[in-house]
Every structure is written in structure tokens, then in C-alpha cells.
């Protein structure tokens, strides 16, 4: 069995461009108010951090990072806002838009008439939420350089950290997509996503979380890429953020892999 589905998940010849071409499709597919939506996606983590991260911020004072850091508190939850943009784009296309084309508009269904194979799908489905995540990364990078939250330089290091955290949470969004039954079932999925929110380390510390609860939340996928994108533009990174990288890795093969094999079940029977 293994040998039978194995060289079909890792064989790229010609994968690249059989991948590329579903993320044409997406592109040659946008109308005038798809653009609408996806620039107010930028604004939802804008109001936080100019809400909380400046307003409340004016009460909170500075922080005191592990490392010994001390930063002001815009300074600490800019980083966070970033991590959950690029989470938020990253979920918005693979999630809601994937689980749409796959089961009403039967779209895969015509591309697998194609050589294209259901992983080829999968990943270009991911470049093409990439470009949206991609997007929202940049705006708020300049945001937070012009609000003088981090410097030029950490935040052109920042930038590929975003990508990736974008990639994972896209990954894993398509590998959750093809578990999903009716529209009510992303229900759960909203409400996990805006408990990942609240408790990655985005608005305190993880160390002001009692000890059981600390270990739960420094093992969840946005409090790594929160703490990798902190890292890096509040603390100029270093080899402590190559945990978080291997672990955003990890999760972005992990989906890759379900949803290329969850399609190919789904979709050819």
C-alpha cells in the first residue's frame, strides 16, 4: 500500500506547473468585488492593534519579554496581529472557498479530468492563499515600520516568517476542509480559530497563564508562529525561533498530505 500511494504524493515531475496552473485558474477567476473582501481582511487585525495595542496600551505601560527585553505593549501584540493576519487570510481561502469548490461547485472535479492530480490541486490551492496571506503580511509590516514598531530591516526578515505561518495554517486549513460535512460544521472551526486568538500569547505573556495551561498553549500552532514573528521583530530573532520554523514546517507537510489524500478519496471514487 505504501508503495502504491506513496510515489503518487512525492513524485514532482511536473507537479510545479500542474500547480501553478490551479493557482491561474484562481487568478483568472477574481471579479472586481472579490478585491473588495479581501483588503478588508487587512483592516480586522489594523482595529486591534490600533484599539488594544495603542489605547490599551496607554494603561498596560511596557513589557518585560523573557529574554529580559523590555518593549512597549504596541510593540509586543503588533507581532501577534501579524501572525493572526496571516492565519486569517491563510484559513479565509482555504477553508470557506476550498470546501465551496469541492463540494457545490464540483470544481476538482472537472480539474482531475486533467493530469492533474488531487496533491497538485492541494498545493496550488496554497500558493494561491499565499498571494492573499502574502498581501496582508506586507501591509502591516509597513504599518508597524511606519508606527515605528520595529525596524526596516527585521521587518524584511519578518516577512518570510509570515509566509510561513501562512502556509501551515493554509495547509492545515484544506486538511480540515475535507473532513467537513455542511457549512454549520465550520462553526467549530470559527470558534477554535478565535480561542487561538485570544490565547496564543497574543494580547499577554504565556508565562502569566497558570503552568498546566501554559504548556497547552505554547503547543498550539499560533503561539509558535506569534512567538517566531515576536522573535524576529521585537528581538532581531535567533536559534530559539528555529523550533518554532521546524514546527510551521511540519504542519504545513502534515496538511499538504492529508488534504492530497483526503481529496484523492473524496473526489475518485
Known amino acids: 500500500m505504501v508503495s502504491i500511494v506513496l510515489p503518487r504524493l512525492i513524485s514532482f515531475e511536473g507537479a510545479p506547473r500542474r500547480a501553478a496552473s490551479v493557482a491561474e ?89 486533467t493530469p492533474v492530480q488531487p496533491f497538485e490541486i492541494a498545493l496550488g490551492e496554497l500558493g494561491w492563499a499565499m498571494l492573499r496571506g502574502s498581501l496582508y503580511s506586507a501591509a502591516f509590516l509597513a504599518v508597524m515600520v511606519g508606527l515605528d514598531l520595529t525596524s526596516g530591516i527585521r521587518a524584511l526578515v519578518a516577512f518570510p516568517a509570515a509566509v510561513l505561518v501562512g502556509f501551515a495554517f493554509g495547509g492545515l486549513g484544506m486538511a480540515l476542509s475535507t473532513f467537513m460535512r455542511s457549512w454549520q460544521d465550520f462553526d467549530l472551526m470559527g470558534s477554535a480559530q478565535f480561542a487561538l486568538f485570544l490565547f496564543s500569547g497574543t494580547f499577554v505573556p504565556a508565562e502569566a497563564y497558570p503552568s498546566v495551561l501554559r504548556w497547552v498553549v505554547e503547543v498550539t500552532p499560533l503561539y509558535r508562529a506569534v512567538h517566531l514573528v515576536r522573535g524576529i521583530t521585537v528581538e532581531g530573532g535567533g536559534w530559539g525561533e528555529l523550533v518554532d520554523v521546524l514546527y510551521l514546517v511540519a504542519v504545513t507537510a502534515l496538511g499538504l498530505v492529508v488534504a492530497g489524500r483526503r481529496m484523492g478519496r473524496l473526489l475518485c471514487k
Open 25 to 113: 485558474r484562481n487568478v483568472a477567476a477574481l471579479k472586481s468585488a472579490y478585491w473588495v473582501v479581501l483588503i478588508s481582511g487587512f483592516f480586522e487585525p489594523m482595529l486591534y492593534l490600533l484599539s488594544i495595542g495603542v489605547g490599551v496600551g496607554e494603561l498596560v505601560g511596557d513589557l518585560t519579554l523573557p529574554s529580559g527585553t523590555v518593549v512597549s505593549y504596541a510593540a509586543f501584540v503588533a507581532p501577534a496581529m501579524l501572525a493572526a493576519s496571516a492565519m486569517s487570510g491563510a484559513l479565509a481561502e482555504t477553508t470557506f472557498n476550498f470546501f465551496g469548490k469541492m463540494k457545490y461547485m464540483k470544481l476538482y472535479d472537472g480539474i482531475l479530468a
